[in-house]
């Protein structure tokens, strides 16, 4: 079935240096893939997301591409704040609107001062 | 509009007990998931429901979990009797037919069963 796996945390930095977070699926066709944030204490929020391949989403700095050579979709900020410490989910959604999300484990980000 | 509204916020509860959480969606959307958050496993999806049906509860880790969903604005999760690995935050979430993946979560319920 469908699956997604992203790059086990925690990822610690420092403030103003650069964030990758991997996350690649499995599914077949053409899900669609998204990126939400959790803030401690609180439920996820939707980050960007993409539709289909090629695409970009993008929001608050952070981006994401959806390959579907690698079937991947890695999170990346060029300068991290301290406000951006918090878990990280890859999610796909394979049934459209129909369709509920598929999440990986989450990956927590703590960025130092 | 105020969100996904989730109560209580936390509930401790003794082993054996009956725990209900409650779920408030957002008005207009069509449907509404039940997911469990813990350290060990993640996030897992337990059941959702569209226009007020159970469409999947595949999820429900066994018969002492049961979920309803009386009318579009209201929806509940009943544990009884709850053991102490039933320990996790409950969140609910809810979205559109049309919104891909526009998911709105509650803040959800941290459920502590001692």
């Known amino acids: 079935g469908d699956s997604v796996t992203q790059m086990e945390g925690p990822v610690t930095l420092s403030e103003e240096a650069f964030l990758t977070i991997n996350c690649t699926y499995t599914?077949?066709?053409?899900?669609?893939l998204f990126w939400y944030v959790q803030y401690p204490g609180e439920g996820l929020q939707l980050l960007l997301k993409?539709?289909?391949?090629?695409d970009k989403g993008s929001n608050k700095g952070f981006e994401a591409t959806y390959r579907k050579e690698t079937t991947s979709f890695h999170l990346e900020k060029g300068s991290v704040q301290v406000s951006d410490s918090a878990v990280y989910f890859c999610a796909l959604n394979h049934g459209g609107s129909q369709g509920n999300l598929i999440f990986g484990k989450g990956t927590k980000l703590s960025v130092k001062p | 509009d105020a969100g996904v509204i989730q109560s209580p916020r936390h509930e401790v509860t003794e082993m054996g007990q009956e725990v209900t959480l409650r779920c408030k969606p957002i008005s207009g959307h069509d449907y509404l998931f039940w997911y469990r958050q813990t350290m060990m496993r993640g996030l897992e999806l337990l059941i959702y429901f569209n226009n007020n049906v159970p469409i999947d509860d595949s999820g429900m880790p066994e018969d002492r979990f049961s979920a309803k969903m009386p009318n579009a604005s209201f929806s509940t999760l009943k544990i009884q009797p709850s053991e102490p690995r039933d320990s996790a935050v409950y969140f609910c979430?809810?979205?559109?037919?049309?919104?891909?993946?526009?998911?709105?979560f509650g803040s959800g319920t941290r459920l502590t069963v001692v």
């Open positions: 993409a539709t289909k391949a090629d």
């Open positions: 979430a809810s979205r559109t037919q049309g919104a891909n993946g526009g998911y709105t």
């Open positions: 599914a077949t066709g053409y899900p669609s």
